[in-house]
């Protein structure tokens, strides 16, 4: 991991971005994150576009995070902003703008072709990331997710051991074999429904929710549109983060 | 109205019982309530079963209240406790016991005569109670509901004008009439579903929430089945009632 710019805010939050391999991300960590009182991790998933679409709603929700001690960081999907595109996805895309416009239903080959090879490959750059920055002296304690991509926070409920608790944001097309992977899900989850989400298909939102195996789970809906969480509902995800990131530093 | 007991507890919080006409009550209120600084009003829907069954919870919600410096009321449903019963709604939930018992479905006809005539007495009830409490110098500022039989909550979020906010328990049968009522409610609604609650059909709630014409209104599913709401998720329906009762006192 290897840090290639840094800034330091008013409130003392600390901005680095970092490459790893070939993967760019960014860690913010808040003024009181030190070898002596590490800070806890929030990994961010992606909410739509790439990092720099964006950055002030990452931004903000670090600054959030800050606030109640935890160090945040996220890294650039495969495929978004200045990585190599993905052939097979972007095709994907395009079958997919193809059937939406044509009034067509979204088959579950699309969705594959669309999220699965996305899944594979972060999967595997969110858990390198997760061991680099946990090697940091100023970063310790349990890990969350939080963010959306839902396919890629329900399958590193599965296969990643650290991450303790997630905030889920339903907003994006879930492969079948996403619905199986749910069952073995057992982490408290938050889940985050924007109700009236013409873009999102609720059903298959809540039909997820209802296949998580987690015995704590909870869905919040709200209106507001894909991107309008409401500034209440953002505030209970961060107090279930640290409900759940808090207990063990 | 004629108060009929009165305790204070260690918290300050002073108990009162009351009968208005042939409809027993209790008030609470918490010790900060004066003719100076008047209290808030939260009316506590029922959540199951009469007065007596239900006070353990009613107190718990009534001192999380007091808390934030409300008081809470609450009354006798028609035909519930001591009152007389209602002999068309004794048939009907006899005639939904028989139902479930054969495994049939619950039709329209037995849902309207188990909700209905119990909502029309009710409405009447609570709106009268409204009158007599925020008659009293202690009491003053905006009023919300909170609580079950989510039909009456419905109704009286479109018929009494100053409710302002509701916090709705999804826990009941509902009748079709309910639904198109629901999309008159233009008020703040938080609604409270037990996901695993296997007494209740789920999906009714869903439709519900999504018939509410509130701009404002937001979804908490919970696991811990009907009478289960998770601390976290009281918290978080208290916190929705400060910011939408705090803002006028």
């Known amino acids: ?15 680095r971005e970092f490459i790893l391999g070939e993967v760019p991300g960014i860690l913010w960590t808040p003024e009181s994150a030190s070898e002596s ?80 090879p996305l899944l594979d490959q972060s999967v595997s750059e969110w858990r390198a990331t997760l061991d680099a920055l946990l090697a940091l002296p100023e970063i310790g304690g349990r890990v969350g997710y939080s963010g959306g991509v839902i396919s890629l926070g329900a399958r590193l409920a599965v296969v990643e051991p650290r991450i303790t608790a997630a905030v889920l944001f339903a907003g994006s097309f879930v492969p079948r074999i996403i619905f199986e992977e749910a069952r073995q899900v057992t982490i408290p989850l938050h889940v985050l429904l924007q109700w009236d989400d013409e873009g999102n298909d609720r059903q298959m939102a809540l039909d ?31 107090r279930f983060l640290v409900r759940h990131l808090n207990s063990v530093r």
């Open 208 to 238: 997820l929710f209802d296949a998580f195996g987690s015995k704590e789970k909870t869905l919040h809906a709200n209106m507001g549109g894909h991107t309008g969480v409401p500034q209440a509902a953002g505030d209970e995800a961060g």
């Open 37 to 116: 009182t590490p800070a806890p991790l929030i990994l961010a998933g992606p909410s739509g576009g790439g990092l720099r679409t964006m950055y002030p709603r990452l931004l903000a929700r670090a600054r959030h995070a800050a606030a109640d001690g935890f160090a945040t960081a996220t890294i650039e999907l495969p495929g978004s902003g200045d990585r190599p595109r993905i052939a097979v996805v972007d095709q994907a895309r395009a079958d997919l703008r193809q059937a939406l416009r044509a009034g067509e239903p979204v088959t579950d080959d699309i969705v594959d072709r669309l999220i699965l």
């Open 1 to 15: 991991m290897q840090f290639i710019s840094e800034q330091r805010f008013d409130d003392g939050i600390r901005e």
